[in-house]
């Protein structure tokens, strides 16, 4: 029966104490990434294998296999420590110490294959295992940061742990008591663990609050909406940037008190978008585009993107960025109709041009054929002189609207008065309207206000704008039956005094949907338009004229009545 002295309970409860230490780092190296830990964690199990080697060596003294079993366990422990301690400075771990490890490995082998004395076995490692000790701790001091005191303690116990460590030949020999030894040593290694510990725990505090720091700074300060919104144990919002309020109207206690709001404030038809992002089976990987309301109402459009987090209990946290695209949604919905708007308006001139020239080429290819009658060569050319004209007007109506379009347009602008303008009108328009036997009236308000006033126009422009309409009005009207056009040069005062001009006629009306529409380029009404010619640009490039003039156009018609279309110039007073 093994009899235990005091000596030996005391050594066995500190020999449990490392054991359990061990334990300890065993756990933080295999569960850290970083590469200090895993040597730290690896050098103490190494001393745990040494302290049993030496259990082994003291019940059989005479066996040296157990002592250079424990002198390679303590070579390991010194150099991984060493070695740690390294990575922890974020410095290379020199490949020389590994050659030193290796030799010293190599020597103990030798020693106990030719059994040489213990003295010769243990000296070189005991050395050895000294200096990596000191290099360990002087290492350690240099690089760490730590006030002096701190710097004082840890070179002292690794400093003194090597002189142990590196001593085992006096202990082993019986010039030390082994038992105080053991138990120095023991406490020695104890206290480096600890210190090395508290550096540790230093560090990743440290660390822990630099990046919390780096987190608050990016998150406080950013555009987008940032939050993380906890799953584990209990479902609520843990962090909320603070541009949840610029963005949704809400602030981010509105959030925490209510971790439903995201659901209550999207787009009915986005929720299941929302849901989706919130799941962590669902596999969206992408930022999602979603409609939310504000809390003033207006709706915005944000782009949302979650990512999980997760640990040995599944998601515990879902991290979220949510950022206001509405104006880049705006600028994205204006580009898409102006492209598509393009794409109607080249289909338009190409359909437009290819009318007329198909139906020239036709007239050439059966003039080319030969036609025997004169007559009808005579009719061909004269309905392929009348496409030309049109064709050309095509061309040139779409060469104005373009650079109307592009700001190109000069005008001639000049300073006349009401009635000139009345003047000019009816010079010009009332022998073709009587040509085609249509009544032509025109009559300016006797109005003092008015006849004093004056008008700065493009004349040619305007005259373009009353010619459309006047042409129009005859075009359209039905030949059969008597047709008038009625003039009226008035004054409309609204915020400032206008000149209005009514030009009614008493053709076939315009379907109240279309009144809008006939101004769009290429836009002809299909209830009058199919027997007559035209490209629907007329309107449109008067639309254009008279808003360069600072005025409005518009038509108001009754089907089978006719049409008055409107017009108005600002009036200025001499
Ligand atoms: P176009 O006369 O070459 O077709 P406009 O832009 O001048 O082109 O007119 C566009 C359309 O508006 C016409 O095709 C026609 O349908 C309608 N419209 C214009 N003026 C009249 C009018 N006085 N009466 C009936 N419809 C009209």
Not at 339 to 368: D, F
Not at 479 to 505: F, G, H, Q
Not at 520 to 525: H, I
Request: proline share 2%; net charge neutral.
């Amino acid at each position: 029966m093994l009899e235990l002295t005091q000596n030996d309970f005391l050594l066995l409860i500190l020999i449990l104490f490392v054991s359990v230490f061990s334990l300890f780092h065993f756990y933080i190296s295999t569960s850290n990434h970083e590469k200090y830990i895993k040597f730290w964690g690896l050098s103490w199990v190494m001393y745990a294998f040494s302290l049993i080697a030496s259990i082994f060596s003291l019940s059989q003294p005479d066996s040296i296999v157990f002592i250079s079993l424990k002198q390679i366990c303590d070579l390991l422990n010194s150099i991984f420590l060493l070695a740690g301690t390294y990575h922890f400075i974020g410095r290379k771990f020199p490949s020389y110490w590994i050659q030193f490890t290796i030799l010293n490995v190599i020597w103990i082998i030798l020693a106990v294959y030719y059994d040489l004395s213990l003295i010769a076995t243990t000296l070189l490692i005991s050395a050895f295992i000294q200096i990596i000790a000191i290099v360990a701790g002087a290492t350690l001091m240099k690089y760490w940061k730590m006030n002096i005191f701190g710097k004082f303690i840890i070179i002292s116990i690794f400093f003194m742990w090597g002189i142990y460590k590196g001593s085992y030949l006096y202990i082993s020999t019986g010039i030390m008591n082994p038992t105080l030894g053991y138990v120095s040593e023991i406490i020695l290694a104890n206290l480096l663990n600890l210190s090395i510990m508290l550096i540790y725990l230093q560090k990743i505090r440290k660390e822990l609050t630099d990046s919390e720091k780096l987190f608050r700074v990016l998150a406080e300060n950013a555009q987008d909406m940032i939050y993380v919104y906890q799953v584990y144990p209990n479902e609520k919002y843990e962090y909320i940037s603070p541009s949840c309020e610029r963005i949704l109207g809400y602030k981010p206690e509105d959030f925490y008190d209510n971790p439903n709001l995201f659901t209550s404030i999207v787009r009915t038809e986005d929720n299941e978008y929302l849901e989706a992002m919130y799941d962590p089976e669902s596999s969206i990987s992408e930022p999602i585009t979603l409609q939310y309301k504000r809390k003033n109402g207006d709706y915005i459009w944000t782009e949302q993107k979650t990512s999980f987090i997760k640990d040995t209990n599944g998601v515990t946290r879902i991290e979220g960025i949510l950022r206001d695209i509405t104006d880049r949604k705006i600028v994205e919905d204006h580009l898409n109709s102006a492209e598509k708007s393009r794409q109607t308006l080249l289909s338009n001139i190409s359909h437009e041009l290819r009318t007329p020239i198909t139906s020239i080429l036709g007239y050439i290819t059966a003039l080319k054929k030969g036609v025997s009658s004169e007559e009808t060569k005579a009719k061909y050319l004269d309905v392929m002189y009348r496409k030309s004209v049109s064709l050309e007007r095509l061309v040139e109506d779409l060469f104005q609207l373009t650079n109307f379009e592009a700001g190109k347009t000069s005008f001639n602008f000049s300073q006349i008065t009401v009635h000139e303008l009345a003047d000019d009108i009816l010079n010009k328009y009332r022998i073709d309207a009587l040509q085609e036997k249509v009544q032509f009236e025109l009559k300016i308000t006797d109005d003092r206000n008015l006849l004093n006033s004056f008008i700065i126009i493009d004349t040619e422009r305007i005259s373009q704008v009353c010619s459309n309409i006047i042409f129009n009005a005859i075009k359209f009207m039905n030949r059969e039956k008597e047709n008038t056009i009625n003039i009226r040069v008035n004054r409309w005062s609204a915020n400032l005094d206008y000149l209005i001009v009514s030009i009614k006629d008493t053709g076939p009306g315009i379907p109240r949907e279309d009144c809008e529409k006939i101004f769009d380029r290429f836009y002809r009404s299909k209830s009058n338009s199919m027997s007559t010619e035209g490209s629907g640009l007329g309107l449109t490039i008067s639309k254009e004229i008279i808003e360069s003039h600072k005025g409005k156009i518009w038509v108001y018609s009754e089907i089978g009545k006719g049409s008055t279309f409107f017009f108005t110039i600002p009036l200025y007073k001499p």
